[in-house]
């Protein structure tokens, strides 16, 4: 014969869970559900920043590499040249892919004296620029690229009324000696 389970007041307590034991779970799940959540957000985020820098560089290159190619007395043309957030055109003027609607570009160029390094050779060129960035205006990506002044525009024609860049050289340098230890090589 069976017997009846006594059941006691403590006992029937203990059974299952209260009611603050289940708000305390789903506080602790909901905190977990949220972490994850913010961490997949914050990772989407990235991934477009990343992609966007990429989509940027890649704008800025194909520009560059068209600038480059141009003549060196067209070069100061580009300079303000604006490409509007979703208005890019790649070299034959075809618009540039989707992914690049995002962006936009513009083009500084200008005159510069670069020295080469470990020579302390001065050269005459013009510093190009290209600049991508998004729809609030922030800078994704700068790139530069000097170009040297082509000789033929560096050398003055040579006849007598304009002395020859070689010429002009070897006058400065001796006027400078003249001056600094007064032998009166300026005769020549």
């Not at 033929?152 to 007598?160: I, S, V």
Request: proline share 6%; hydrophobic share 45%; net charge negative.
């Amino acid at each position: 014969m069976l017997m009846p389970r006594a059941t006691t007041r403590t006992q029937m307590l203990r059974r299952g869970f209260t009611l603050l034991e289940s708000l305390m779970a789903a506080g602790i799940l909901l905190a977990v559900v949220m972490a994850i959540m913010t961490a997949v957000t914050a990772g989407q985020h990235h991934a477009f920043q990343a992609q966007q820098k990429i989509c940027g560089t890649l704008a800025a290159e194909e520009l560059l590499s068209r600038l480059i190619r141009q003549p060196y007395a067209n070069l100061a043309n580009w300079n303000g040249m604006i490409e509007p957030v979703g208005e890019m055109t790649d070299g034959s003027g075809a618009p540039m892919p989707a992914n690049m609607n995002h962006i936009g570009r513009e083009v500084s160029v200008t005159t510069t004296m670069h020295v080469m390094p470990g020579l302390g050779v001065k050269v005459l060129g013009r510093t190009l620029a290209v600049r991508t960035f998004d729809v609030q205006n922030q800078t994704l990506t700068t790139i530069r690229a000097f170009v040297p002044q082509p000789a033929e525009e560096t050398l003055p024609p040579d006849d007598d009324d304009n002395p020859g860049l070689i010429e002009s050289l070897v006058d400065g340098v001796v006027d400078s000696l003249d001056g600094l230890l007064g032998i009166g090589l300026g005769g020549r």
